[in-house]
């Protein structure tokens, strides 16, 4: 019987390649990795995080405590730096969580307290989840300061930062959960356009101000005597530096370094500039002359309206979004206030409140490819504007229900204005010992 010899060769062919397979694969491994995590995007983000935090300190903080009296300047700096430094603890142990650990319609879970599961391997598209979580702990720093404007001059501190913790956690994350924690939040399966925040920042915080303004009353004198800024010149600088940052806030949140990043910075621009010369109009027509506290309110509603927009629009859309929110902001600051009655201090609900809401129905319009936008969402014009009113008359009912309820909590626990004496003094020395202002020097 012949017996066959087996062929190594094969085999030897076989091991070659398995060799070279094991050294190949681990640099093959890195490639796949290095092409997941973009060096170029996660640059981009860190500069729009620290561009975004820049927005709220200092440029919030001077942009309201330049409109304040000088007795109470140091009351609203220290308000902003008191939220910052709060709202990034917050965040860290359930606030990120809430807003983005899960897939549930109005909630994220808590399957991300303190931060778990957030390393510096773990990627959140293609830049570090670090950086993601960060960027997005800058928009829960600025929202709730945005409401300092609405109550300045004559809240408490503790009833400040009681509010701004029980708010963040009840209505902040949860609505930001349902725009962008992607497929499963409520706004987002509904097919709502919100880039950059109109629902979660600027009507959320815009409403509960209004809100705050009507319960914790009207400062001592307001309709009566003149309660002028005491610096135009620190709120002008504010103001600037709010339109420098925005373009971390809306170009950010492209979340990369690509032609959207570009499209939304340019958008940006265009907006606030037509706002603020359409501002600047209204009260050169009406008043005879244009005001420097004019022009600059006009930009911050020109940066607000087009930040839901800002993604999906084009120049035309930009245009248009800046002329309404001018148009709107200036009605809503002055004709409304006036008529209704209410003391929002520095505007928060008739700048932020009425833009959010132009802004975020007016991208239903001007996301259309026919206007020069970047397409709809869902079928038709009608379709996406009516799915915007629907998220607008939502956040409006849900934010202002839940504001009022909190304010009336914190009212019961450590009550929510001060006394006359304190008010009349100012908040800087009644709450801080401190003013901001030494004249003997």
Known sequence: MKIKIPNHRPKKSWAIMALIFLVIFPSMALAEEAAVLSSGDTAWMLTATALVLFMTIPGLSLFYGGMVRSKNILSVLMQCFAITSLMTLLWVLYGYSIAFGGDGPFWGGLSKMFLAGVGVDTLSGT??????????????????????????????????????????????????????????????????????????????????????????????????????????????????????????????????????AGMAMLVTQIATAIAALTWMAIEWIKHGKPSVL????????????????????????????????????????????????????????????????????????????????????????????????????????????LSFVILKVVDVVVGLRVNNDDESQGLDLALHSEQGYNMEF
């Not at 404007?149 to 963040?168: C, N, P, Q, V, Y």
Request: charged residues 10%; glycine residues 14%.
């Open 294 to 401: 004019g022009i600059v309110t006009g930009a911050v509603a020109g940066l607000v309206a087009i930040t839901p927009a800002s993604g999906s629009v084009g120049p035309l859309g930009a245009l248009a979004i800046g002329f309404a929110s001018g148009l709107c902001c200036f009605w809503g600051a002055t004709s409304l206030k006036q008529k209704l009655g209410y003391d929002d201090s520095l505007d928060a609900f008739g700048v932020h409140g009425i833009g959010g809401i132009v802004g975020a129905i007016l991208t239903g319009v001007f996301a259309s490819e026919s206007f020069g936008g970047l397409g709809l969402a869902k079928e038709s014009i009608a379709e996406q504007v009516g799915v915007q009113v629907v998220s607008v008359a939502f956040t409006v009912v849900y934010s202002g229900l």
């Open 127 to 260: 830049i570090p989840e670090t950086v993601f979580m960060t960027f997005q702990m800058t928009f829960a720093i600025i929202t709730p300061a945005l409401m300092v404007g609405a109550f300045a001059e004559r809240m408490k501190f503790s009833a400040m930062l009681l509010f701004s913790i029980l708010w963040s956690t009840i209505v902040y994350a949860p609505v930001c959960h349902m725009a962008w924690s992607g497929a499963g939040g409520f706004f987002w399966d509904l097919d709502v356009l919100d880039f950059a925040g109109g629902t979660v920042v600027h009507i959320n915080a815009g409403i509960a101000a209004l809100v705050a303004a009507i319960m914790i009353g009207k400062r001592e004198g307001f309709g009566q005597v003149p309660l002028p800024p005491h610096s135009l010149t620190i709120t002008v600088i504010g103001a600037a530096m709010l339109w420098v940052g925005w373009f971390g806030f809306n170009a950010g949140s492209a979340v990369a370094a690509n032609g959207a």
